[in-house]
């Protein structure tokens, strides 16, 4: 008995070397040389992209439903571009030193205000020793 298996045709999700992944409906005709073929569903129109890869390349295939492996070759989440400007150190270290600035000037209010509160004996007096 013969542990090849010729002309397979089924829904499978496909995992290959280097953390990549696609699914749709494969085939691996004998002919083709040691080829898996891949046609990866693109949407619900019926229109589909052909892949091959080399089984030296798949790391796994698992035989799935056509649904799910519709599903799981749509992709998640659309490519954004991301075109920030690089920013240089002194811009980063002058962006730090503001925010501290600003973290004290805000720290210095919070206990200006627990003092005014307290002052009236609407707040309980701070507890010095929680180390505040």
Do not use: C
């Amino acid at each position: 008995m013969s542990t090849e298996v010729e002309n397979v045709e089924q829904w499978a999700t496909v995992e290959l070397m280097g953390h990549a992944q696609t699914a749709g409906h494969i085939s691996r005709p004998s002919d083709w040389g040691g080829l898996l073929r891949v046609d990866v569903p693109l949407g619900k129109n019926g229109d589909y992209r052909t892949e091959f890869y080399g089984l030296a390349a798949i790391y796994s295939v698992k035989l799935v439903s056509r649904e799910i492996a519709t599903a799981y070759a749509q992709p998640s989440r659309d490519v954004v571009a991301y075109d920030s400007p690089i920013v240089t150190r002194e811009q980063h270290e002058a962006v730090v030193e503001r925010l501290q600035r600003q973290g004290y000037e805000l720290a210095e209010k919070v206990r200006e205000l627990e003092r005014r509160l307290t002052a009236v004996n609407s707040l309980p007096a701070p507890d010095d020793t929680a180390g505040g």
